[in-house]
């Protein structure tokens, strides 16, 4: 799958639609992008936000919210966030949130993922429920993915499957080096095949 460059303006509601995953992928796991859209979503129905990388900023929403509608309670009230301390609870919220008709909104899937004290084997293996889960999500409603790279280039197997599965790979702005073992500060790359067309 090729990822799309996309600007930071972009509209990406026309796009979500039942049945499909889109994964967005910035170096900071689409933070301001993503309020902005759950803000934009809660203006329009209900929206499950599920956060894997403590990125949910409520009071960021209801200003983007406050500038939309005076009836901020009505949209905040269509909000419904968990947030996962570990790549196990993340799989555990998944597999217990219900299928609803509304957007399903995952911030930083993979940011459990990258933990060094998670062996690459048990990542692998709960990613693989993960998507799963996301896969029985996305029947009922759309869903967004936002990414940010691993640290290690280890675990940049992560990021490809969680991409091969989407049907649409935004990319906000790649990391321009991947790191090696003695510099940690640059974020792994996401691979040549997804790299934008």
Not at 88 to 97: A, G, Q, V
Not at 120 to 149: F, N, W, Y
Request: proline fraction near 5%; charge should be positive.
């Amino acid at each position: 799958m090729k990822g799309r460059l996309y600007s930071v303006g972009m509209d990406i509601l026309p796009v979500l639609k039942t049945g499909k995953l889109i994964v967005i992928y910035t170096s900071d796991a689409a933070r301001t992008e993503s309020m902005v859209l759950i803000a934009e979503l809660g203006l329009r129905g209900g929206v499950t936000i599920l956060d894997g990388g403590n990125r949910y900023r409520p009071y960021q929403v209801a200003t983007f919210l406050r500038r939309k509608t005076v009836d901020i309670s009505s949209a905040a009230n269509r909000l419904f966030s968990r947030r996962a301390f570990t790549c196990y609870e993340m799989n555990t919220l998944l597999c217990s949130t219900l299928s609803r008709n509304q957007p399903c909104v995952i911030l930083d899937l993979l940011n459990t993922f990258y933990d060094d004290h998670v062996s690459i084997h048990e990542a692998d293996r709960l990613l693989k429920s993960c998507l799963g889960q996301i896969q029985r999500l996305v029947l009922a409603g759309p869903v967004v993915l936002t990414l940010a790279p691993p640290l290690a280039e280890e675990r940049a197997f992560l990021l490809e499957q969680v991409c091969a599965q989407a049907d649409e790979v935004l990319i906000k702005e790649a990391p321009a080096h991947p790191i090696t073992k003695r510099d940690r500060s640059q974020p792994v790359g996401i691979s040549a095949h997804l790299a934008p067309q």
